[in-house]
């Protein structure tokens, strides 16, 4: 039986009509709870000189009393307005307001990511330009020196002579104007009297400074190899060997 009245009161108090009726009336007897559970027969008759049934009747259930019916009726009143109407006056509203801050924060959102992509596809936009433009200016630059083939060879020269054999380049004059052109030069006993560094060589044939004529060893300066001889020539700040 204990069981079973416990668990109908568990029920009621965590049903949300049962229980926010029970808080609500609690409100308006928490005097006449306090009273049965902790005022004693003796303390009742000592101070009010009335039993404690009669005490309670005449306090608390005095139907001529106006507070008696304000007592309860309004557990019934908070209640109805609590379960029903709160919801209604101001949860829900504040559940909508939730949801439209929720919608506008992802328009922000949205709005700013369509920004993000905005700026994406005009910094695309500018590099594909710069590109295009690279592109043309080194056809121009190509056709410019197709027209007129010293140009660039000027700008090779430059970046040539800060090598670290370009001093070397004075064995392929020596070569072309003094030893008949020859790679490697023997003296009449058949020693080695010259030869051209295989550094110097394979940068000035790789580059088209001259031709190789594997043949009878020799080699031939091209139109681009005269113009670096008069550069070099002409240079006061051409490369010279340091002595050691």
């Given amino acids: 039986m204990v069981n079973s009245i416990t668990e109908v009161f568990k029920t009621r108090l965590t049903n949300s009509l ?49 507070y008696f019916w304000f007592s309860w009726v309004m557990p019934f009143i908070l209640t109805y307005i609590i379960i029903w109407k709160l919801p ?28 993000v992509e905005q700026e994406k596809a005009k910094l695309e936009e500018q590099t594909a330009k710069k590109v295009t433009a690279v592109a043309k ?5 190509k056709k410019i020196k197709e ?52 550094d110097i060589l394979a940068y000035a044939h790789s580059n088209g400074i001259i031709e190789i004529d594997s043949g009878p060893n020799k080699i031939a300066v091209t139109d681009k190899g005269k113009f670096f001889i008069n550069k070099f020539l002409e240079d006061p700040e051409k490369p010279v060997e340091f002595p050691f």
């Fill in 88 to 115: 209604e006056w101001i949860l829900l509203k504040a559940y909508g307001k939730t949801e439209e801050y929720e919608v506008d924060k992802r328009i922000i959102k949205i709005s700013q990511q369509r920004r």
């Fill in 137 to 141: 200016q080194v056809v121009e630059e």
């Fill in 18 to 66: 049962y229980g926010t009726f029970f808080v609500t009336w609690f409100i308006f007897h928490w005097n006449f709870v306090f009273s049965v559970f902790a005022l004693s027969d003796d303390k009742i008759l000592q101070i009010y000189g009335l039993l404690k049934n009669d005490y309670l009747v005449q306090h608390y259930f005095n139907v001529n009393d106006w």
């Fill in 147 to 198: 027209a007129d083939p010293t140009i660039g060879w000027n700008d090779d020269y430059e970046r040539f002579k800060k090598l670290d054999f370009a001093h070397k380049f004075s064995k392929i004059i020596e070569s072309f104007y003094k030893r008949r052109a020859q790679i490697i030069d023997t003296n009449d006993y058949n020693q080695v009297d010259f030869e051209i560094p295989e």
